[in-house]
């Protein structure tokens, strides 16, 4: 036996040392605190490039090379392309492309696929040969589907148009519905549903095109599924052969239904839907939504239900698995690498771009979760997967997190890609363990974040109400009818929701803010010089004197310095608007 000795022991080190460097070669190293991510043990994170501007989906090709769609087109184009020439896991090479018409906002989808880079905004899948060899692509660009919202009858929410294929030749894109539940008047309170819903003929569903015929519309598609509200994270899932998608709930629960759901319930639910989307299935919309804690379809309350009629709901296609209410998945990624433990392949990562509309109570999602997977279906529970993109615990607004993750991708060499849509950083985890002696022990401080984390764990309709012991007034009605949109401190969500802060709207004309409340709004409007056109439901089942107290907090509130409004002044605003109504023909 050879005697050991102090040069034995610094063989042995470096031996160690060796094989590990080996087993992980090519494998950037993660950032000392993983570019602000709490991750499971073994992953590291490595932030890729940062400020990028408000990044929506990805993809990564074979070589490394990675695109990321942004949410707007400017002079240089919308989207931005990187690469890494080093190794060391940070993009030295940062391209600005895309010169094409973007019909609006929220442009979203960026696949690479059979030697095609394909990507969207609201109103078109484009798509555009890569270059080999080159990091920009010096094709021209195709329009693949053109959707004509602007002069869509039945109105457009719900158009970020992400995309999946299959393996036959196939392109599927979702037409979301524009609204919460196919109402007669859309969010006014108490406005009954139209039975059958004539939005389902064009939205609400999932439709398959030619993957290259150019300048299809949804007349070429043809529906494949139906009964699907809002999509925006879907995936071919290429091992059980199905498509799958993630719903957004419907929202206003308790805005245009104050008698039916408090605003506990309007928080939490409906359930956020995880679909296998086979061909022909109907989910219900807008007829049911899905109660994750009841695991149930009930009937929506604008077809008569009161938060405990399951009717028929067994009748159409249930989910999955549901996640509570208005978290936002926004993107899906099947992993199929090998460089991830062994539990992790074929199973489904989520990122969850988290709520807007959850006050009184803190806002929810804003991390990536993961959902183990065994035949096409869900094996356990979900998990925690990468945490710490808002850089707060408790999330009052959605303009307090730092960062939302929205889009995932895979690498060539199985590392995970996460962009996030506030400035646009991109993080690349890898895993730096023994994958073979991976142990679900590990998970344990992540397992913990479910019942710690206000962004995660279920809300107590108590102790987790924010606005208790806040204030009095007109600031009460404001966090209970108001802050779920406008936030609490008055600055909106920045995309969908005005601000309220030094807002020309508050501090102008008394009457045209008193008809707001009492009548809503269902067209685009202007604030400050930016465009909105989500619909605000009327709020006219406040009292006089609940509608004076809420208009005079918000008009001294948020730097705002204008006089009150009486119960008066709102009081003949109602009459007036009773008495135009009557005289209509």
């Known amino acids: ?123 078109e899948v484009y798509r555009q040969k890569l270059t080999p060899g080159k990091l920009v692509p010096q094709t021209t660009i195709e329009p693949i589907v053109v959707d004509d919202y602007r002069n869509d009858p039945h109105g457009y929410e719900h158009i970020a148009k992400p995309i999946a294929f299959d393996n036959k030749g196939h392109l599927y894109v979702p037409f979301g519905s524009p609204g919460d539940a196919c109402q007669e008047l859309k969010r006014v309170p108490g406005s009954k549903g139209i039975s059958p819903c004539p939005e389902l003929g064009e939205h609400g569903g999932v439709w398959q095109f030619d993957e290259a015929k150019p300048n299809q519309t949804i007349k070429d598609g043809k529906r494949y599924a139906t009964g699907i509200r809002s999509i925006v994270a879907m995936s071919w899932n290429a091992q059980d052969n199905n498509l799958f998608a993630l719903q957004h709930g419907r929202d206003n629960l308790l805005g245009t239904w104050p008698q039916l759901f408090n605003a506990w319930q309007s928080a939490v639910l409906p359930s956020e839907e995880f679909f296998r989307v086979k061909q022909g299935i109907d989910a219900g919309w807008p007829y049911y939504y899905y109660d994750w804690m009841d695991k149930k379809k009930k009937l929506n309350p604008e077809y008569g239900g009161d938060g405990k009629i399951t ?19 926004n993107d899906l990624l099947f992993y199929t690498g090998n460089q991830f433990p062994e539990r992790y392949r074929n199973g489904a990562f989520i990122a969850f771009h988290g709520s807007t509309i959850r006050a009184p109570y803190p806002q929810g999602g804003y991390f990536v979760a993961f959902v183990p997977f065994k035949n096409g279906q869900p094996s356990g529970e979900w998990e925690v997967f990468a945490d710490g993109f808002a850089g707060v615990d408790t999330i009052y607004n959605t303009s307090d997190a730092k960062a939302r993750p929205m889009g995932l991708a895979q690498g060539p060499d199985g590392s995970l890609y996460i962009t996030e849509s506030v400035k646009g950083k991109l993080w690349r985890i890898v895993y730096k ?65 005005p601000p309220l802060a030094n807002s020309d709207w508050v501090n102008g004309d008394k009457q045209k803010l008193i008809h707001v409340l009492l009548k809503g709004l269902n067209q685009p409007i202007q604030v400050n010089g930016v465009a909105y056109n989500d619909v605000m439901p009327a709020h006219n089942f406040l009292k006089d004197d609940e509608i004076s107290a809420v208009l005079s907090y918000v008009r001294r509130a948020f730097n705002n310095n204008m006089d009150s409004i009486t119960p008066a002044e709102v009081s003949q605003a109602r009459s007036g608007i009773m008495l135009a109504s009557r005289k209509k023909p």
């Open 311 to 329: 009717a028929k709901g067994q009748d159409y296609e249930q989910p999955i698995m549901g996640f509570p209410g208005h978290w936002a998945p």
């Open 433 to 497: 363990g023994d994958r073979n002696k991976f142990s679900t022990a590990g998970l344990e401080k992540m397992t913990a974040l479910k019942s710690t984390k206000s962004n995660i764990k279920h809300p107590d309709a108590v102790k987790d109400n924010l606005q208790n012991g806040m204030m009095v007034g007109g600031g009460h009605v404001y966090t209970t009818y108001c802050a779920a949109c406008h936030q609490y401190n008055g600055k909106g969500d920045g995309t969908r929701f």
């Open 1 to 123: 036996m050879q005697a050991w000795t102090p040069n034995t022991g610094l063989i042995l080190l470096f031996t160690t040392l060796l094989f590990a460097q080996c087993k992980h070669k090519g494998l950037p190293v993660g950032d000392p605190d993983n570019g602000g991510l709490q991750l499971a043990d073994g992953f590291e994170a490595v932030v890729v490039a940062d400020s990028l501007g408000r990044a929506r989906h990805m993809a990564v090709n074979h070589n490394g090379d990675i695109y990321v769609k942004l949410r707007n087109v400017d002079a240089q184009g919308g989207s931005v392309a990187l690469r890494d020439t080093d190794g060391d896991g940070k993009a030295d090479i940062m391209e600005k492309f895309g010169g094409y018409s973007d019909s609006g906002s929220y442009g979203t989808a960026m696949r690479i696929h059979n030697g095609y880079l394909y990507f969207s905004t609201s109103g």
